[in-house]
């Protein structure tokens, strides 16, 4: 491991690489007004309620079963089996009593600083978003009756999950959630989002945390599935706040990189040119890029089709250039929520690094055993790789530069990478409860 000089010290403190005295375009440090201020009393009910299973159409899988503090904020596979699995993470299961359809199409996402102010654009393929335009503020494929009276865009990316077959709310026919979200009744009485409201206003413990927590539900208005997604939006914002990584101490001038990580910081910001697009504090520019990640699973397709693609932002914008493009996903602790991509493709960091350098080889090249993959015969996993014309779109979509970067390189990339993780984050601040109000079993 190199040792830091003095000097070098100086210059990193500078921005200057040690190297070559070149300057290091590198973000500010992290600082308070950066997120947005959070009503600790309605944290409190959401930190319960993602914890709650009352939440799915059939009361066996909450929000923290697929984001959890073990697996980085994921679940530690490529494709999770959401309604209709048993277990958590890579141990999760096909329940023989309640089969689950397919796989979910995408990797379950980090939920590390989304309660920061920039973060205004949220799943892989950015369909929810902050648009100040429109006059709810945001942006969605759903009409627009469906997305009032959220507090932002973390609170309305809760709409999604509950209404999805194969994560939160079960299948047709299986529960009244369900059984509404097939006859397309969503909002107002008797909608899907009324009668999950309703779940938990029936729950005494629920109802006295919004009175606490919000003085219009004192006042006597009914608590709605909107203060039930804003509760879960402010419990994310405090609990996965990560801005304490020895990255962070480095820009505070605290405690200066060394060795591997000093160099992979000098790369990521130099040469390597990382930091074109995982720019900022956060290490992303909330953009879209076509990165040739292998794709594998359902897909995207409507049930009717019978195609497994993913065509990424395309199917958001409708434009030929957003074809195969996902959203830049923010870096920190990213050494904790493998595998990687928005398939999960690679669930060693380095792997992934060395396809994403060289997509086409990438892809030409895959190791299948890269991804981890619950043991379940549901559609065809690999139906998208083995189609040659659709890989061959994959690849195109990412270009044909390949960049060259040593074996050496490439570890010190991960050493940097590595150094983003702010170990305290990982737990969360309020951590997984006991239990919970309706009584039902927590994932631990």
């Not at 503020?137 to 932002?152: D, H, K, N």
């Not at 409201?197 to 029936?202: D, H, L, M, P, T």
């Not at 060395?354 to 890269?370: E, I, K, M, T």
Request: hydrophobic letters at 40%; proline letters at 8%; one cysteine or more.
């Amino acid at each position: 491991m190199r040792q830091t000089t003095h000097a070098a010290a100086l210059a990193l403190l500078l921005g200057l690489a040690p190297a070559t005295g070149r300057a290091l375009d590198l973000p500010p440090p992290v600082t308070d007004d950066m997120y947005a201020p959070v009503i600790r009393p309605l944290a409190e009910v959401g930190h319960l309620l993602f914890w709650d299973p009352i939440l799915s159409g059939n009361r066996n899988i909450a929000c923290g079963t697929c984001h959890h503090p073990r697996f980085g904020t994921s679940d530690g596979v490529s494709l999770t089996i959401g309604e209709g699995g048993i277990g958590l993470g890579p141990e999760r299961r096909p329940d023989p009593d309640n089969m689950p359809e397919q796989r979910v199409p995408r990797n379950a996402p980090a939920l590390f600083n989304l309660g920061a102010r920039e973060f205004t654009t949220l799943f892989h393929d950015g369909r929810i978003q902050a648009d100040p335009s429109q006059p709810n503020g945001l942006r969605t494929p759903l009409a627009q009756e469906m997305v009032q009276g959220f507090s932002g865009v973390l609170s309305a990316q809760t709409m999604f999950p509950v209404l999805s077959p194969d994560e939160m709310a079960g299948h047709y026919g299986e529960n009244e959630i369900s059984k509404a979200v097939r006859s397309g009744r969503l909002t107002g009485e008797g909608g899907a989002w009324d009668l999950i409201a309703a779940r938990v206003r029936g729950i005494p413990e629920y109802q006295a945390a919004f009175e606490t927590a919000l003085p219009e539900v004192a006042a006597g208005k009914a608590v709605s599935f909107t203060d039930i997604s804003d509760a879960i939006a402010e419990f994310i914002a405090v609990e996965w706040r990560a801005d304490d990584s020895p990255f962070d101490r480095h820009l505070r001038g605290q405690e200066p990189l060394t060795g591997d990580a000093l160099r992979g910081m000098e790369l990521f910001f130099g040469e390597a040119g990382c930091s074109t697009c995982h720019s900022g504090p956060f290490f992303t520019d909330h953009g879209f890029h076509a990165m040739g990640v292998p794709q594998f699973g359902p897909g995207k397709a409507e049930r009717f089709e019978s195609h497994s693609r993913d065509e990424g932002r395309f199917r958001v914008t409708g434009h030929e250039e957003d074809l195969y493009a996902f959203l830049t996903p923010s870096l920190r602790n990213v050494a904790a929520t493998a595998p990687y991509g928005h398939t999960g493709s690679h669930r060693d960091l380095a792997a992934f690094l060395a396809h994403h350098v060289d997509p086409s080889a990438g892809l030409s090249s895959f190791d299948r055993s890269q991804p981890i993959l619950h043991d379940f015969e549901g559609k065809p996993v690999w139906a998208a790789l083995d189609d040659p014309a659709e890989a061959a779109r994959i690849s195109a979509a990412a270009g044909s530069e390949a960049r060259e970067i040593g074996d050496a390189d490439l570890a010190a990339l991960v050493a940097f990478l590595e150094s983003l993780t702010d170990d305290a984050s990982l737990s969360g601040r309020f951590g997984v409860p006991e239990s919970v109000p309706s009584g039902l079993p927590v994932d631990r």
